[in-house]
């Protein structure tokens, strides 16, 4: 599962709206071990292309060093298909090369309605999986450590 | 020439989950020569008829080897190396 904050959200796709019809490409990057997005990271579609993206290759490098400095992973992997459904193509699955990332695909081919879902890509084998968009992560799981104290409200 | 080798994600089990492995070579290929011997399976994700993959960038040091040329780049003491798959994909 993809559990998401909304802002994040939104920003990916008005990324994917401002590119459009190229493909919008980026990165949302999180604390390692944490599967957490937090740090939404647009990139330059270097293909510039409404039908292909890549990270160009010294953004990538900077990109990278930049996460490392950071104790960071990309959590999110995220591109738009402006023609087609938000589901992975085969080129997509085939050079897919981050197991633990969630790749997310937007499809901006209807003017008014996007799509967004989201898969594991590992081996070259697609697993869609749930996407839970939420407020704040702070609140998004209670129990009873995470209840203030009355005197507290 | 001594460097060292940062490996990506996901081909760190050919390195025993190591994420950065010391080898030696003139060349990127020699490099990758070396970490083959060390590291089996390693140049296979990385060379495709005798180049680098498409979709696999490696560095000397800030440079994409690309652009100094290709596995022939030459490599000097001292030089840290950076593989990363390229992060690519499209409608098809």
Redesign the interface.
């Known amino acids: 599962m993809l559990q998401i904050r909304r802002d994040l959200v939104d920003a990916m796709v008005a990324h994917a709206r401002r590119d459009h019809p190229d493909?919008a490409?980026g990165?949302i990057a999180g604390p390692e071990g944490t599967d957490r997005p937090e740090r939404f990271i647009p990139?330059l579609n270097a293909?510039r292309?409404?039908?292909?993206?890549?990270?160009d290759?010294?953004d990538?490098?900077k990109l990278?060093r930049d996460m490392d400095a950071h104790d960071e992973?990309?959590v999110v992997?995220y591109?738009s298909?402006?023609?087609?459904e938000a589901y992975?193509?085969?080129?997509?699955a085939k050079?897919?090369?981050?197991?633990?990332a969630h790749y997310v695909l937007i499809s901006t081919r209807d003017p008014h309605e996007h799509e967004l879902r989201s898969f594991r890509i590992v081996d070259g084998l697609i697993t869609e999986e749930p996407v839970e968009v939420v407020e704040s992560y702070r609140f998004a799981h209670t129990g009873p450590d995470d209840f203030p104290e009355p005197s507290a409200l | 020439m001594a460097v060292t080798v940062s490996i990506p994600t996901i081909l760190r089990t050919h390195t025993g989950g190591e994420k950065s492995v010391p080898a030696a070579g003139a060349t990127v290929a020699e490099v990758i020569d070396h970490l083959e011997a060390s590291h089996g399976g390693l140049k296979q994700r990385l060379v495709k008829d005798g180049v680098l993959h498409r979709f696999v960038n490696i560095y000397v040091n800030d440079e994409d080897v690309r652009f100094a040329g290709g596995l022939e780049a030459k490599v000097a003491d001292g030089d840290n190396l950076t593989i990363l798959p390229a992060v690519a994909g499209g409608a098809r």
């Open positions: 493909e490409c990165v990139m293909a292309s409404p039908t292909f993206y890549e990270f290759s010294a990538l490098l990278y992973v990309p992997i591109h298909h402006t023609a087609t992975p193509s085969r080129t997509d050079i897919a090369a981050e197991p633990d």
